[in-house]
Structures are given as structure tokens and as C-alpha cells.
């Protein structure tokens, strides 16, 4: 009997879409009439065989994350229906890999703006006689699931802004900037988050930088930390940059400075 169960969403929560139970890349993935193709590699990094399952799930954007997208969400959202998948079932020897390749069905034309559905691949280790019970306790077999969005898009446009900055403290007293990316076009945004800092008496200095920030048409706000990693930053300008990257390589969607005071 199985004992344990661990499911979780990479989507969901804020690490990368890899687990020690499996590694899958790229990141997200963007079709439209250009490109109606796309491929994502999932591996098996484990001495364990592998069987595994690829499907769509519909997750709303929230400021925090992702949820469960209700059926009135998911009409106007769910990318799902325009796309083929295969193989839908896997399994993967350890070491090994396999590509899901997902595309545009045949004759179908992307919607106006952008719509989309995340890639769900589930995996789940293949019993054998050898996992049984031992002296030091109970072998478990441990589900493993991510989930990484794609995105159709028709005409369109990406836009966003920086909103609701604020600076902060870490529980260790450390300055922590909190902010809000506020998209306001039809498609959805991609890139970085860089807090730059130039001091009234000293060189510039990059403070932080988060990738994988991405902005999306369904949620007002999406919100985002960055540690600044000083307790004090002295008198200056602090400023804050949203970088396209990907598909948006070189673009900047939004800038904001900020004076900062000398401490008193």
C-alpha cells in the first residue's frame, strides 16, 4: 500500500519546475500563428523507472500565484481546446528522457489576445518485488507532479507597469522591496525584476534581481519581493526595472526611482 503521496505544482508555488523526482524545462511556452509548435523535456534523474501522464489543468493568475480556474474563468481563458499533446502516457528508465510536444491543431486560428492552459505532467515510481516493507522502516513510492503554462496567442499586445512599491523589513531586519507588476495589455508580460541602487556618494550597485516574473491579462496584480540584503542603504536613488526577457529580450515594460533619505 502506498504510504505516502506528495503532489505540488511548480505553477503554484515560487521554485522552478524541477523536482528530485523529475526535471522538466523549458519554463513556459508561447504559440501563435508564427509558431504552432512546441516542445518541453521531461528527465528522469532517479534510480527508480518512471510511468508518467501529460494533460492540461486551467489555472487562474492571482496575485500570489495560481488557482483553480472555475468554469466561468475558464471559457474565456482555457487555451486547452486549441492544442494536441503527445504522448499523452510515458515511462521513463532512469536517466532517460522523454519530449511532450504540444502544437496548434490543424486549421485552427489563434483567438484575439491570448488565452491559456498549463501543461500538467504527473509521474508516479513503478512498483517492483524489491519495494517491500524493511527492518528500518517503509519503502514509499512518491507522486510528483508540475505544471508549466502555455500560452496562445492571437493579436494583440504586451503591457505593464510597476505599482504599490514599498520598502520593507525581513523578519532578520533586513530591507526587503515588496511590489506589484500591473498588467494593461491583451497579452501577457515575461522578464525580470531589477532593484538598482546609485548612492549620493558612491558607485551604482545592482541590489537584487528576480527572473521569471510574468504578468497576465486575468489577475489586476500579480505581487513580488525582492531582498535587498542590507540593513540600511544610506542617502541615493533606488531604482526599480521591469526587464522583458524571452520573447521580450530588450524591452523594458516599466521604470520607477525612488529618492531615498539618509538614515536619521
Known amino acids: 500500500m502506498r504510504t505516502a503521496l506528495i503532489s505540488f505544482f511548480a505553477a503554484l ?22 509558431r504552432s509548435e512546441g516542445r518541453f523535456v521531461v528527465s528522469n534523474p532517479t534510480p527508480r523507472i518512471l510511468e508518467g501522464r501529460a494533460s492540461w489543468i486551467d489555472l487562474s493568475a492571482t496575485p500570489l500565484g495560481y488557482e483553480n480556474a472555475n468554469a466561468e474563468i475558464r471559457e474565456d481563458l482555457s487555451a486547452a481546446p486549441w492544442f494536441t499533446l503527445r504522448p499523452a502516457h510515458f515511462q521513463l528508465e532512469p536517466g532517460a528522457r522523454v ?17 491559456r492552459s498549463h501543461l500538467l505532467i504527473e509521474t508516479a515510481a513503478t512498483r517492483t518485488l524489491m519495494r517491500k516493507a524493511s527492518d528500518t ?59 538598482i541602487f546609485d548612492p549620493a556618494d558612491g558607485e551604482r550597485q545592482t541590489l537584487a534581481v528576480r527572473e521569471n516574473i510574468a504578468g497576465y491579462p486575468d489577475a489586476e496584480m500579480r505581487l513580488f519581493e ?27 515594460f516599466d521604470e520607477r526611482r525612488f529618492e531615498i533619505a539618509p538614515p536619521e
Open 137 to 195: 522502516g517503509l519503502q514509499v513510492d512518491i507522486d510528483a507532479g508540475v505544471s508549466v503554462p502555455v500560452i496562445l496567442r492571437g493579436s494583440g499586445a504586451a503591457r505593464a507597469s510597476i505599482a504599490d512599491t514599498k520598502l520593507l523589513r525581513d523578519s532578520d531586519g533586513l530591507l526587503l522591496l515588496s511590489t506589484a507588476i500591473a498588467p494593461t495589455g491583451e497579452h501577457s508580460t515575461f522578464g525580470r525584476l531589477v532593484a
Open 99 to 115: 519530449e511532450i510536444v504540444i502544437a496548434v491543431r490543424d486549421g485552427a486560428t489563434p483567438p484575439i489576445g491570448e488565452r
Open 13 to 34: 508555488t515560487a521554485v522552478s519546475p524541477a523536482a528530485a523526482d523529475m526535471a522538466v524545462s523549458p519554463l513556459r511556452e508561447v504559440l501563435d500563428a508564427d
Open 226 to 252: 525582492l531582498p535587498l540584503g542590507f540593513f540600511s542603504l544610506g542617502a541615493g536613488q533606488l531604482t526599480l526595472r521591469y526587464e522583458g526577457a524571452a520573447e521580450y529580450q530588450g524591452r523594458v
